[in-house]
T-cell receptor
Framework: GQNIDQPTEMTATEGAIVQINCTYQTSGFNGLFWYQQHAGEAPTFLSYNVLDGLEEKGRFSSFLSRSKGYSYLLLKELQMKDSASYLCAVVDSNYQLIWGAGTKLIIKP | DVKVTQSSRYLVKRTGEKVFLECVQDMDHENMFWYRQDPGLGLRLIYFSYDVKMKEKGDIPEGYSVSREKKERFSLILESASTNQTSMYLC?????????????FGEGSRLTVL
């Protein structure tokens, strides 16, 4: 079967750095997305990785290792507004999106 | 700003009622999707559409149907609502030809079936 694993919840301190991991076992791989979803709001696109390595976009970076079936989202200089759920999704060999259950990130002052 | 609008943010219906959830996008996107989101589970695809009048079943189509009569509008229909359809329903759209393209989501419709 296909599976995406993310931690259910994480807590971090304002100003700190947090890494949210995502591991996957899917039938094929055609890329990995990260979305952010604030409570009661629509998910919004953060990043897309299809090649190994780190992609940086401001305070957010996303890393992919295809050989390990592993990705992480790195958030630096955390702000209170970063409190949200972070959704990992993999594009499988049929170009269908397989979604993880999401990681709820709680930022404390 | 691109926008996906879902007609109702909150609905309460009774078992057996017919429910319509409507979604409109203003980005001229070809692809539209309906997902449901439940605690502890990833988004699950109900139906999707790549063009007007076209529809494809997703992972959990049972108990649902869809309609796409116009490019900008994609409706989800629950013919006879049941309590296990209590959920958050998310509509999304994306550009054609980019199967790995970004999805634009609506804010969701939270349905409670009593």
């Amino acid at each position: 079967g296909q599976n995406i694993d993310q931690p259910t919840e994480m807590t971090a301190t304002e100003g700190a750095i947090v890494q949210i991991n995502c591991t996957y076992q899917t039938s094929g791989f055609n890329g990995l997305f990260w979305y952010q979803q604030h409570a009661g709001e629509a998910p919004t696109f953060l990043s897309y990785n299809v090649l190994d390595g780190l992609e940086e976009k401001g305070r957010f970076s996303s890393f992919l290792s295809r050989s390990k079936g592993y990705s992480y989202l790195l958030l630096k200089e955390l702000q209170m507004k970063d409190s949200a759920s972070y959704l990992c999704a993999v594009v499988d060999s049929n170009y269908q999106l397989i979604w993880g259950a999401g990681t709820k990130l709680i930022i404390k002052p | 700003d691109v926008k996906v609008t879902q007609s109702s943010r909150y609905l309460v219906k009774r078992t057996g009622e017919k429910v319509f959830l409507e979604c409109v996008q203003d980005m001229d996107h070809e692809n539209m999707f309906w997902y449901r989101q439940d605690p502890g589970l990833g988004l699950r695809l109900i139906y999707f559409s790549y063009d007007v009048k076209m529809k494809e079943k997703g992972d959990i189509p049972e108990g649902y149907s869809v309609s796409r009569e116009k490019k900008e509008r994609f409706s989800l229909i629950l013919e006879s609502a049941s309590t296990n359809q209590t959920s958050m329903y998310l509509c999304a759209s994306s550009t054609s030809g980019q199967v790995t393209g970004e999805l634009f989501f609506g804010e969701g419709s939270r349905l409670t079936v009593l």
